[in-house]
């Protein structure tokens, strides 16, 4: 059986969980607290991070992007990349901004500092990067709102890579409360109508002890 | 005429020009200072940073990951990303592993506080940053060395994009003198072989003033 090493509130592990979904590919999850660096964990992957991919009697593979591109190249028959070079520099450009501009500025400031430095001994969350994270997160709904007022989805007619990169990041921030959904109408739908995918269902079912999910969290028509 | 908007220090921009050299793909550089955030060059990347990637009559690609995979699909001919979807996971493994893991542990500790700190006001260099970056080094030449000590190019038989980003990253840090090729022969032998390559040159005809570069920075038998 395949296997995906990954934590539950790492966005890049998320992604890689929905697209697997996406292209109704079963998988195992293991979760991997890469914090206590597990000999056999840092065997499979000396970079010692999450996500890994292990297919059945392959290599592990590593990282997010390399576990995307190779399901795309051999799992072609659910596309979620694009057809043309066009589309997919269009779909990887967006991908870039939600693991990149979108991580740094919301991800890391919000579930960095009040989930992930739980599993670090004597960290504490920096309530200033808590306060940038709420900040920032406004424009990043707003051009969500402005893609999908001109396009069907992010990245085109179709639905891709770059919706469930996005989806990966908000629904890990939305599991604290902190996505201001009531000031940012256009991007609430396209949540909504992303969230009610099959692929979703696991993602909404996470959860970490000590913090409970915002109510809205799991519920479809928030 | 196509053209790439870069910094000349930043390794994924080096990464780029490699590549391009490589594919024998004319361009031209600019010299983009990100820091100035230049309103026509938001307006080509709103995420404000280089490599950006200008075709002509083309859209821009941004980011650096998105560019290397556009010239791949579009220029074949050069293949540098293996030609299964085993090698493609390898070669992008390891191209994470100097993109992530090297630029984190060295790349911004040597070039961010040397090279990249002049350009921001007010900003000083970090005595800790530069002593972790220079322990650092260490455990990655180790790494090249054991590598291509199995292989003949860091990711297989071939040269790929793997050894074009790992000589991107050395590349910057070695200007500074801050690559003790002394202690690591195997990686100075796989070094030693990439640099000698033409699309190396212009590389190593970058300078940056008030930083002379290290005597043997353009020194092929050094």
Redesign the interface.
Known sequence: MRRLYHLPFDALSRKVRILLAEKKLAFTCVHEPVWERRETFLALN??G?VPVLVEPE??P???D??IC??LE??YPEYNLLGTT??Q???V??L???FD??FAQEVTRNLVGEKITKRFIAGATPNSGAIRAGKQNVHYHLD?IGYLSDQRNWLAGENLSLADICAAAHISAVDYLGDIPWADHPGAQAWYARFKSRPSMRDILKDSVSGIPAARHYADLDF
């Open positions: 000396p970079a991070e392959g290599k593979i590593w990282d992007h390399a591109e190779y190249e051999v070079p066009d997919r520099a269009e990887r450009r991908v870039a901004w990149k501009k051009y």
